[in-house]
C-alpha cells in the first residue's frame, strides 16, 4: 500500500510546554521538616559554645577534657554552627557539621577516658550526654536531608 | 500581620508573622475582606495531607482589596476588589493555553516534590502544604499572589463579599464536578455529600438540566439545605445508599454520579469503611475511599462519575472490576476555577444564584482555630465559615 501525501501526520508524541516561564514564583517558606528541632539546637549549640569559649576550664572540669585550648576552638565551632543553623531556611549542612563535631567530641571524651587521670568518670557521663545529642543531630540532619532530596 | 496557622494535627493558631513582600514582578499583594474554611482545610486539620509544616499559613477561599502590584502587573491596580483563585496559573505553559489551570506546568516551585509523588506536578495552590508549592494561605491579613495577571477576578463595586468570595473556589468547583458529570437534559445525578461543594453541585446540576437530584449525607441541616434546592435526600445512617438508589431508579442507578466527599468519608457499619478505619488508626492510608467505591457500585452502566472530592494517597479495594465491566467514565480533578469563574460571576449578576446562601458562620480571624474545630465535628449547624480579617 502507498502512503498518499493527503494522509494526515497522527500526533503521537505530547506537546510540551514552550518556553520559560514568565516568571518563578518561589514558595514562600521553604519545606524543611525537623526545622523547629534545628532551632533548638541551634541554641543549645551557641550555649554551649560560649561556655566552652568563656569557661573552658569549668567544662574541662565537668568532663574530664583538661585541655582549655582546645575546648576554646570546639566553642567557637559550636557557636559557628549555632549561628550557620539559626540564620539558615533549611540548615541541612550545618546539621550534618554539628554530626561532625559531635563525632570529634566523642573521640576527644574517649581519649580522655582512656588517659584521663581519675577523670574517666566524668568524661564517661558527659559522653553518654554527647551520644544523646548527637542521636537528635543526626535525626534532625536526615529529616532535613530527606526534604533536599523530595525537592530534587 | 495576623494569620491562621498550621501547628499539628487538630492545632490551628492565630499567629503573628511577617507581612507578605513582592517577590517577583508578577506579584500582588491583597488586603483580605473575607476568607473562608474549606473543607478541603480539613484534610489539614485532619493531618491528612502530607508535607505540611509547623507555622504554613491556612486557607485557598480569599478575596479582598489590592494594596501593591509588582512592575509586570497589568490587569489589576491599587484598590481593584478581587477574588483569588486557590490555583495558582502562570497562564502562558502548554496547559493554562489549554484552560487547563489547574494543571500549570510551571506555578508549582516544589514540582519534583510532586512529581516523585504523582508523577507529574499540579499547579501550585494557596496553603495547600509544600508538595503543592509551600505558598502562604489567605487566611491572614494579607496575601502575596503569583501570576497577578492571570488568577485574581475584578469585582464590580456594589456586590457584597459573601456573595462572590466562593468563586475562588467551592462554586466553580460544584459548577465543574457538575459539567464534567455531563449531564443530558432529564438525568438523575446523585451527588454524595450535602457540604459545600455538593450544595454547589446540586444547584449546578440543575442548571445544566438534570431531571432528578439526590443527595445522599447524615446532617440533618446540611440534607435541609440540599432539600432547600429541590434535590431528594437520602440518610445514609438510615437506609442502605445502594438500596435506595435502585429503588429510586428502578434499578438503573444514577445516570450521573458526583463524588463530593472525598478521602474523609463516613459510613454506617459498611465492611469496607470499617477497614479504611482501622488502616487510617494505624497510619497504613490516608485515604477513606468508602464513597468512592459506593459511587461506582451504585452508576447506571455508561454513566459517568465526576469526583471533585479531594483525594490525597493510595486508596485501595476500589472496585476497578466494576468501573471497567460497566464502561463507567471517570472524571476528576482541581479545579480550573480561572476557566469558570467570569461566567459564574455573570450567573451570579444575573440574579440566578446568590451563593451565600450557604454561609452559616462568620466570624473574626482570631476565632478561626475554634471554627476549624465546630467546621470539622459539624456542630452549631455549621456549613460553611466566613472570617473577615
Excluded at chain 1, 517558606?29 to 526545622?35: E, H, L, V
Excluded at chain 2, 509586570?72 to 493554562?96: L, M, N, Q, T
Excluded at chain 2, 495547600?128 to 489567605?138: A, E, I, K, P
Excluded at chain 2, 468519608?265 to 485515604?287: E, F, L, Q
Aim: proline share 7%; charged share 20%; hydrophobic share 40%.
Amino acid at each position: 500500500m502507498t502512503v498518499t501525501a493527503d494522509v494526515p501526520t497522527r500526533l503521537t508524541e505530547p506537546t510540551p510546554t514552550q518556553g520559560p516561564a514568565p516568571s518563578h514564583s518561589p514558595p514562600d517558606t521553604r519545606y524543611a521538616p525537623g526545622i523547629g528541632l534545628a532551632r533548638g539546637l541551634g541554641w543549645f549549640s551557641i550555649g554551649l559554645g560560649l561556655a566552652e569559649l568563656l569557661a573552658p576550664r569549668a567544662v574541662g572540669e565537668l568532663t574530664g577534657v583538661r585541655c582549655p585550648g582546645l575546648l576554646q576552638l570546639y566553642g567557637l565551632r559550636e557557636i559557628a554552627c549555632g549561628v550557620g543553623i539559626l540564620n539558615s531556611t533549611r540548615p541541612t549542612e550545618w546539621m550534618w557539621a554539628r554530626v561532625a563535631g559531635d563525632a570529634l567530641d566523642l573521640g576527644t571524651l574517649g581519649a580522655a577516658m582512656v588517659n584521663g587521670n581519675g577523670d574517666s568518670g566524668r568524661a564517661c557521663v558527659a559522653a553518654a550526654a554527647v551520644a544523646g545529642v548527637t542521636l537528635l543531630d543526626v535525626i534532625c540532619a536526615t529529616q532535613l536531608s530527606a526534604a533536599a532530596a523530595l525537592e530534587g | 500581620m495576623k494569620a491562621l496557622c498550621w501547628h499539628g494535627t487538630e492545632d490551628v493558631r492565630v499567629n503573628n508573622v511577617p507581612d507578605p513582600k513582592i517577590v517577583d514582578p508578577t506579584d500582588a499583594i491583597v488586603r483580605i475582606t473575607s476568607t473562608a474554611i474549606c473543607g478541603s482545610d480539613l484534610h489539614l486539620y485532619d493531618g491528612f495531607m502530607p508535607t505540611m509544616q509547623e507555622g504554613d499559613v491556612l486557607g485557598h477561599e480569599p478575596m479582598g482589596v489590592v494594596e501593591e502590584v509588582g512592575r509586570d502587573v497589568k490587569k489589576i491596580k491599587k484598590g481593584d476588589r478581587v477574588v483569588i483563585p486557590f490555583c495558582i496559573s502562570c497562564g502562558s505553559c502548554w496547559f493554562c493555553q489549554k484552560e487547563l489551570f489547574s494543571l500549570c506546568d510551571n506555578s508549582n516551585p516544589n514540582k519534583e516534590m510532586a512529581r516523585k509523588a504523582m508523577g507529574h506536578s499540579p499547579a501550585g495552590l494557596f496553603g495547600y502544604s509544600h508538595l503543592l508549592g509551600g505558598f502562604s494561605g489567605g487566611q491572614a491579613q494579607y496575601l502575596r499572589v503569583p501570576y497577578a495577571d492571570v488568577g485574581p477576578l475584578k469585582i464590580p463595586d456594589g456586590i457584597p463579599d459573601e456573595q462572590v468570595l466562593f468563586l475562588s473556589d467551592i462554586f466553580p468547583t460544584g459548577y465543574m464536578a457538575a459539567e464534567q458529570a455531563e449531564i443530558e437534559p432529564g438525568d438523575t445525578v446523585a451527588v454524595w455529600g450535602c457540604g459545600p461543594v455538593a450544595q454547589f453541585a446540586i444547584r449546578s446540576a440543575w442548571m445544566l438540566k438534570a431531571g432528578r437530584v439526590i443527595a445522599i449525607d447524615r446532617v440533618p441541616e446540611r440534607m435541609k439545605m440540599a432539600q432547600d434546592a429541590k434535590a431528594e435526600t437520602i440518610n445514609f445512617m438510615e437506609e442502605d445508599v445502594y438500596d435506595k438508589l435502585m429503588e429510586m431508579t428502578k434499578g438503573r442507578g444514577p445516570d450521573r454520579c458526583i463524588d463530593a466527599v472525598g478521602c474523609e468519608a463516613h459510613a454506617r457499619g459498611a465492611p469496607d469503611a470499617i477497614y479504611d478505619k482501622v488502616k487510617s488508626a494505624v497510619m497504613m492510608t490516608t485515604d477513606r475511599a468508602h464513597v468512592l467505591r459506593e459511587a461506582i457500585m451504585c452508576c447506571r452502566k455508561g454513566g459517568t462519575l465526576s469526583i471533585p472530592g479531594v483525594y490525597v494517597g493510595f486508596p485501595d479495594k476500589v472496585p476497578m472490576g466494576a468501573l471497567m465491566n460497566k464502561a463507567l467514565k471517570v472524571r476528576t480533578g482541581q479545579t480550573h476555577v480561572q476557566h469558570y469563574h467570569h461566567r459564574l460571576l455573570q450567573r451570579i449578576q444575573a440574579g440566578e444564584i446568590d451563593p451565600s446562601f450557604v454561609i452559616t458562620h462568620q466570624v473574626p480571624l482570631v476565632k478561626g482555630p475554634e471554627m476549624y474545630r465546630t467546621f470539622r465535628d459539624k456542630k452549631d449547624g455549621c456549613i460553611k465559615v466566613v472570617l473577615k480579617p
